[in-house]
Structures are given as structure tokens and as C-alpha cells.
């Protein structure tokens, strides 16, 4: 039932773009993405919604496939503040829209100077 | 505004004692969330409360597990009898009605000795 994400880690020099990939087995209702920075608390950066409604940030895109049940986080122009832990939570077709997540293991993300 | 707060920060414990983690979400927030972080790993759902029921404790690992919510507002995570493997950092997290975005509190090191 958890969604497995990859790939595990990624090491990015500034400047450069990366993805991050999200994949369920179960039928998925809506996907968000948090970032946490070792030591501090998870924050919220995009949900991506059945149907095709996505809230988030600006500087950060995301895709969701209904039919694959699966999303992609875009990170273009890459900053060393976006290093860090990303998680996906996906939120199942069925859960009553509670936002009862089951999150991914998480993808290490480092950008160097 | 004041965001999620938790406490203790940090717990020590021995094994076979009582342990309670206390969570004040943000004011207004109708939706509250129990998540465990074990050392290097993802969020793992514990419970889920609307308002001061909670519809959703599948995630408990036992019936040392379980939690209450008064007044709509604090919750309080009670763990019995603690094992070393219940060592984790346990997060909470407060939504508004929309149950968009997640907000997460800093969370409570629980170290079982």
C-alpha cells in the first residue's frame, strides 16, 4: 500500500533540474509532496488532485497520472535550499477525503555548489 | 500565527514505562494527524481525528497505541508499556476543512531505554 518512490537519492551541482517519481498500486485520489530538512518538521510544498487541480508553490511542478497512479515532482533550476527529504503522501479513492496519508520511504536530495 | 506545537520535545524513557506526547494544532484546524518517523525512514500514519473522533486508527501498531482529542483542539498520544522499538521521532500534523495542506508540528524524540 505504500508508494515507492525514486529514485532514492540524487546529488545535483546548482542549477541543475531533477525528478522525483511517486508510484502507487492503489487507485489514488489526490498525491502531495512535503520537503523536510534534517531535523525540522515536514512542509507541505504541492497536492495534485483527481481531476487535474494542483495547489503549491511557484518555483515547483509537479504531474499526476490517474490512469498509472503515479506522480512526478519537477525541480528546475535547482537551489541549495531545496536539499532535502521529499516525501510523497498519497491519499486513496475510497478514504473519504479524511487527507489520511500513506507516504513514501522518501527521496535524499542534495544540491552542491 | 502560532503553528503546531508539540511536547515534550524530547523523551526518555525506560522500557516497560508510560509515555504521553502532547500536540496543540493550530486554532481552527478540524482534521489531526499521528505520523511515526523511525531513524531514516518515512512517515507512517498512526491515527487520524475530525474534530474529537477519530474515525481512523488503523495505523496503532498495537493496543499499547491510542489516543484521544478534547475540545476539538489538543491530543494527547499515549504509549504503555514502552518497547525499544517504539523509539522514533512521532509527528503530529494539523488541516483545515479543505484537508489540503498538512501542517506539521516539530515533533517528539521518543527514546525507549
Known amino acids: 500500500q505504500q508508494p515507492v518512490q525514486s529514485p532514492q537519492a540524487v546529488i545535483l551541482r546548482e542549477g541543475e533540474d531533477a525528478v522525483i517519481n511517486c508510484s502507487s498500486s492503489?487507485?489514488?485520489?489526490?498525491v502531495h509532496w512535503y520537503r523536510q530538512k534534517h531535523g525540522e518538521a515536514p512542509v507541505f510544498l504541492m497536492i495534485?488532485?483527481?481531476?487535474?487541480e494542483q495547489k503549491g508553490h511557484e518555483k515547483i511542478s509537479a504531474s499526476f497520472n490517474e490512469k498509472k497512479q503515479q506522480s512526478s515532482l519537477y525541480l528546475t533550476a535547482s537551489q541549495l535550499s531545496y536539499s532535502g527529504t521529499y516525501f510523497c503522501?498519497?491519499?486513496?479513492?475510497?478514504?473519504?477525503?479524511?487527507?489520511?496519508?500513506?507516504f513514501g520511504q522518501g527521496t535524499t536530495l542534495q544540491v552542491k555548489p | 500565527g502560532a503553528g503546531v506545537s508539540q511536547s515534550p520535545s524530547n523523551k526518555v524513557t525506560e522500557k516497560g514505562k508510560d509515555v504521553e506526547l502532547r500536540c496543540d494544532p493550530i486554532?481552527?484546524?478540524?482534521?489531526l494527524y499521528w505520523y511515526r518517523q523511525s531513524l531514516g525512514q518515512g512517515l507512517e500514519f498512526l491515527i487520524y481525528?475530525?474534530?474529537?473522533?477519530?474515525?481512523?486508527k488503523s495505523g496503532l501498531p498495537s493496543d499499547r497505541f491510542s489516543a484521544e482529542r478534547t475540545g476539538g483542539s489538543v491530543s494527547t498520544l499515549t504509549i504503555q508499556r514502552t518497547q525499544q522499538e517504539d523509539s522514533a521521532v512521532y509527528l503530529c500534523?494539523?488541516?483545515?476543512?479543505?484537508?489540503?495542506?498538512?501542517?506539521f508540528g516539530p515533533g517528539t524524540r521518543l527514546t525507549v531505554l
Open positions: 481525528f475530525q474534530g474529537n473522533s477519530a474515525p481512523d
Open positions: 492503489k487507485a489514488l485520489y489526490s
Open positions: 495534485l488532485l483527481k481531476g487535474g
Open positions: 500534523a494539523s488541516s483545515p476543512p479543505n484537508y489540503n495542506e498538512q501542517f
Open positions: 503522501g498519497t491519499e486513496l479513492v475510497g478514504s473519504g477525503n479524511t487527507g489520511k496519508l500513506i
Open positions: 486554532s481552527g484546524h478540524t482534521a
